[in-house]
């Protein structure tokens, strides 16, 4: 992977192939694999992402997949918690806390989202790898892209499509595995017996996967991002940016190690061009800040080795913010600047919905009543003493201790309950739908709807528990003609 | 119609159909949905990803006539001229050669 030492005479002319491209014509890039402290960081990032979600579907968790979407069933499970569609402010919750978080990583260091962690980076990350060790480096591959179809190219071509889509299916698998039982899942591609859908969305999800990933690249950072459009307006003066230190680099211009090159007049940048090919997104960070930049520390690293081989100072490209390069900051300077109002607000804000997030979630009451009135049974009895209305009463046992329930009405005088025998058992992470007839003597009764009251009580069923139950309150209206 | 409008079209829609998948299969089951009355056979799976490509497919129309109204007055008026090089200037077609379709 040592491809920057390697080059000590890098050839400045990219090979010109120029595709039509989805958006526009389109240079095709070849980033040059670099490595250093922002490389390693990049794929630590992959590996701890990647750990987690091609991971998390085959942890078990009491008897069941710990983390699970289940579409079908309409519940979440992550862990010990259950999800359900009325539980909607939570993910509404974690929508606001990725958004701030994502407000507050961007106004203090820029794009570490987009250089470290997005999907996109993170995928390409592999396929490059990929395309590296079956390909080779950035000029053997640029030197094989021009050779004409022969033996070789197509065989090396088609290993490395084979490898792409190899892993892109099993994105794709992994996917669909989250929102359906993985272990049946993948039984049934093993044997073939998928069902349509999952195997449609397998191979959606692996094709995206492979499109992006293997084709696309830094076009879906420049024309498909939204994020990449508006990250701007997250950032001021003080931001932690890449940034070309122009005083220090310009003029810039190749010239003999063992030159001195200020008696020339020139600057430290030996203008080699390694930050241009190392650049996923194949711009040239010495003319500032672009909005193609992804943050990514490629271009510090490819520089900081030709600055150490050139025996200068590293950190001619850098992290850095547009305040310090103007006023010469040393670090400690930049990180004070960092407790400015922007930041404080945008902490704050995060905090809070976090905090309240969590008191929310650690309150939740574990069981969830909804009534629904039956419309159609509402009119029987007409003429007799007593009217009855039914009820569906959907109960949720939301977290996984099987529970005792019993429901109570009040609220007009001398009214009954009919339903199946109770206490109903319920048990974890499910729901019921409990009929209830309700009766009353229509004497003394004036016509026309009437509030009640149904109460449901719910104790946890283990023998010997010593939780009080919990009890919930939900109201209903009686009808009566 | 060129590869790079058709993209404008179907990708910003597929986000909106994203979104708008989860906001409404959150609100409703698709088991309470009906369709002329009748409630619907297929799997919530099935009537997930159907409705997924019907949202897309409604968010895609919205793209397709924003891209038609783009084209300037200059464009429709002075279309026709089959020599790309008599058109008004800013003609986004000026340069390209290609005819109004």
């Known amino acids: 992977m040592n491809d920057v030492n390697k080059a000590a ?37 992959v590996w701890l992402t990647q750990i987690v979600f091609y991971g998390f579907p ?48 961007t106004a203090v260091a820029g794009r570490v989202w987009c250089g470290y962690a997005c999907p996109q980076t993170v995928y390409t990350e592999m396929f490059l790898w990929i ?46 595995g989250y929102f359906t039982p993985i272990k049946p899942l993948f039984q049934d591609v093993v044997n073939f017996s998928a069902g349509g859908w999952a195997t449609f969305w397998i191979l959606f999800y692996g094709f995206a996967t492979y499109g992006n990933a293997g084709w696309m690249r830094e076009q879906v950072c420049k024309y498909m991002c939204p994020y990449a459009r508006f990250q701007g307006v997250m950032f001021d003066p003080d931001t932690l940016i890449i940034t070309y230190d122009t005083q220090r680099g310009e003029p810039r211009g190749s010239r003999n190690r063992s030159a001195d090159y200020r008696a020339k007049g020139l600057g430290d940048c030996v203008d080699c061009g390694i930050c241009v090919q190392v650049c996923p997104t ?29 025996g200068y100072p590293k950190g001619l490209i850098r992290y850095s913010t547009e305040n310090a390069l103007r006023t010469q900051m040393n670090s400690q300077q930049i990180a004070r600047r960092a407790a400015r109002p922007r930041i404080l607000v945008y902490s704050g804000i995060l905090m809070a919905v976090v905090v309240i997030a969590m008191v929310t979630l650690y309150h939740r009451i574990p069981v969830k009543v909804d009534v629904i009135r039956d419309r159609a049974n509402t009119l029987r009895g007409m003429d ?21 329930i019993t429901i109570r009405v009040s609220g007009l005088e001398g009214m009954t309950i009919e339903s199946e025998a109770q206490p109903l058992e319920i048990r974890g992470a499910t729901n019921r739908v409990v009929p209830v007839r309700v009766k009353v003597q229509r004497a003394g009764v004036e016509p026309g709807s009437h509030r009640i009251d149904f109460t449901v009580e719910a104790r946890e069923s283990a023998p010997g528990s010593q939780a009080e139950p919990i009890v919930i309150h939900e109201k209903a209206s009686f009808v009566l003609h | 119609m060129d590869g790079r409008k058709l993209i404008q079209i179907l990708w910003p829609a597929f986000v909106i159909a994203g ?27 099935a009537i997930y990803s159907v409705g997924f490509f019907a949202l897309w497919l409604v968010a895609a129309a919205s793209s397709a006539l924003t891209i038609f109204f783009q084209r300037t007055a200059a464009e429709i008026n002075r279309c026709p001229i089959p020599d790309a090089r008599d058109r008004p200037v800013g003609c986004p077609r000026r340069a390209d050669g290609g005819t109004c379709s």
Not at chain 1, 29 to 38: H, N, Q, S
């Open chain 1, 384 to 404: 007799e003493p007593v009217v009855e209305n039914v009820y569906r009463l959907q109960i949720m046992n939301t977290d996984e201790l099987p529970r005792q």
């Open chain 2, 19 to 45: 979104a708008a998948e989860a906001v409404f299969f959150t609100v409703f089951d698709p088991r309470d949905l009906r369709l002329y009355g009748e409630p619907l056979e297929a799997s919530r799976t």
């Open chain 1, 58 to 105: 085959w942890l078990v968790w009491n008897d069941r997949q710990a983390v699970l979407f289940d579409l079908a069933a309409r519940k979440f499970y992550i862990f010990g918690l259950v999800f359900w569609p009325q539980d909607i402010v939570y993910l509404t919750a974690l929508l606001i806390i990725s958004a701030y978080s994502l407000f507050l990583f």
């Open chain 1, 131 to 176: 395309e590296h060790r079956v390909e080779g480096d950035r000029t053997a591959r640029m030197r094989l892209d021009k050779e004409a179809n022969g033996t070789r190219k197509i065989r090396l071509k088609l290993t490395k499509h084979a490898l792409w889509i190899a892993l892109a299916l099993w994105t794709g698998f992994t996917f669909v």
């Open chain 1, 282 to 310: 194949g711009i040239d960070i010495r003319d500032g800040l672009q909005y193609e930049c992804i943050g990514c520390g490629a271009c510090i690293d490819g520089c900081n080795q030709v600055m150490a081989k050139m």
């Open chain 1, 9 to 45: 005479v890098p050839s400045r002319k990219p090979v010109e192939v120029a595709e039509q491209a989805l958006y526009e014509i389109r240079k095709k890039i070849y980033p040059r694999a670099v490595t250093g402290k922002f490389a390693s960081l990049r794929w630590l990032f």
